[in-house]
Nanobody
Framework: QVQLVESGGGLVQPGGSLRLSCAASGSTISIDGTDWYRQAPGKERELVATITSTGYTNYKDSVKGRFTISRDNAKNTVYLQMNNLEPEDTAVYYC?????????????????WGQGTQVTVSS
């Protein structure tokens, strides 16, 4: 199994910035793509940003120009840089990754979620 560990959430004032990290455990991992989702109280989980192994990125319309998703393949880590944060960005943020890991000379597919990190934007 592949575990994802998120970090970087916190409390920030409107207009501030945060950088979230999503680190995948294990050394023999090939990640096809990673998504960041968020879920606000009383709302459904929504897709915020995507990055694939080829470097393709995509964003929810409301975060375009403010959020940037990137990855460090050597560290198996994906980042979400969030600038000019708004109160509407307040939510628990989750990362999700799909790919392949190798164990005992065999390849296995995985689809893993992080534990979530709270982002609160408030004055």
């Amino acid at each position: 199994q592949v575990q994802l560990v998120e970090s970087g959430g916190g409390l920030v004032q409107p207009g501030g910035s945060l950088r979230l990290s999503c680190a995948a455990s294990g050394s023999t991992i090939s990640i096809d793509g990673t998504d960041w989702y968020r879920q606000a109280p009383g709302k459904e989980r929504e897709l915020v940003a995507t990055i694939t192994s080829t470097g393709y990125t995509n964003y929810k319309d409301s975060v375009k120009g403010r959020f940037t998703i990137s990855r460090d393949n050597a560290k198996n880590t994906v980042y979400l840089q969030m600038n000019n944060l708004e109160p509407e960005d307040t939510a628990v943020y989750y990362c999700n990754a799909v790919g392949t890991y190798r164990r005992a000379f065999r390849n296995y597919r995985f689809n893993s979620w992080g534990q979530g990190t709270q982002v609160t934007v408030s004055s």
